[in-house]
C-alpha cells in the first residue's frame, strides 16, 4: 500500500466561500502522511458509566499509538483502531484487555460491511447510540480511517472538512504533492477549486509539511 496523505489547508484572509466552484482566501496548507495500517472493531457491553469510562481510557492511552474511531456510546461501546502493518500484535492485545473487562467483548475483523453491520445491530438491539462516520468526498463510501483529510478554515472561524478513502486518495495519488492536493480537490464531488498556486512552504516534522497559496 501507499503512504497516505492528510492535508490541511488553513486560511488567514477572511472568510473562505467554498460553497462555489472557486476556493479564494485560503493561504496556508499542512500536509501529513498516513500509514499502511491493519484495522480491528471492538465491541463491549459496559454495564455502567465506570466501566464505559475505563474502556474510554482504555483506547485513549491507545491513540498515543495507533489510529483509532469510536464508533459507538452506550450500553455498547464500540472503536475501530487501525495501526501500522507491523505492529498488528497490539490488535490482540486490545482483545485480551478488553476480555478482561468483559469476557463476552467482540474483536471483528476483517473491519468491512458485515462488521459494521453487528456493531449497528449490537446499537439497536441495546439502545446504544452509533455515531456518524466520515464519508469520502468523491466516491461517496462511508470510510473509518480516510487516506486524506483537507481541513480548510478561516480567521473567522468557519471550516470545512473532506475527507477521502484510501483507494479514491491512491487513484487521484500524484509525485508532486500540490498536484496532488489539486487532484483530491478536482475530484471532490463538491466540486472545490484552488485558484492559485500552491507551494511548499516548510516542513514541521518528517509527517508534516505547510504549504502557501501564491496569489
Ligand atoms: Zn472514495
Same mark, same amino acid.
Given at each position: 500500500m501507499v503512504d497516505l496523505p492528510i492535508v490541511h489547508v488553513l486560511s488567514s484572509m477572511g472568510k473562505p466561500d467554498w460553497w462555489g466552484s472557486t476556493l479564494r482566501n485560503v493561504r496556508k496548507m499542512l500536509f501529513q502522511t498516513q500509514f499502511s495500517a491493519m484495522r480491528a472493531i471492538y465491541c463491549v457491553e459496559a454495564v455502567n458509566s465506570a466501566q464505559r469510562k475505563q474502556i474510554d481510557e482504555l483506547f485513549r492511552e491507545i491513540q498515543t499509538v495507533a489510529e483509532v474511531r469510536k464508533l459507538s456510546t452506550g450500553r455498547i461501546v464500540s472503536y475501530a483502531v487501525q495501526t501500522k502493518a507491523n505492529c498488528c500484535e497490539i490488535l490482540d492485545e486490545i482483545a485480551e484487555v478488553l476480555r478482561s473487562i468483559n469476557e463476552h467483548s467482540l474483536c471483528l475483523q476483517p473491519v468491512d460491511n458485515v462488521a459494521m453491520d453487528i456493531v449497528s445491530d449490537l446499537c439497536r438491539a441495546s439502545g446504544s447510540t452509533l455515531l456518524s462516520v466520515p464519508t469520502c468526498g468523491i466516491c461517496g463510501e462511508k470510510e473509518l480511517f480516510p487516506g486524506a483529510t483537507i481541513t480548510i478554515c478561516s480567521r473567522g472561524n468557519a471550516r470545512i472538512v473532506r475527507y477521502y478513502c484510501p483507494r479514491c486518495t491512491a487513484l487521484e495519488c500524484k509525485p508532486k504533492v500540490s498536484d496532488f492536493v489539486r487532484a483530491l480537490l478536482d475530484a471532490d464531488r463538491r466540486n472545490i477549486r484552488l485558484q492559485a498556486e500552491v507551494k511548499p512552504l516548510k %516542513?514541521?516534522? %518528517?509527517r508534516d509539511l505547510s504549504f502557501t497559496i501564491a496569489r
Open positions: %516542513r514541521k516534522s %518528517r
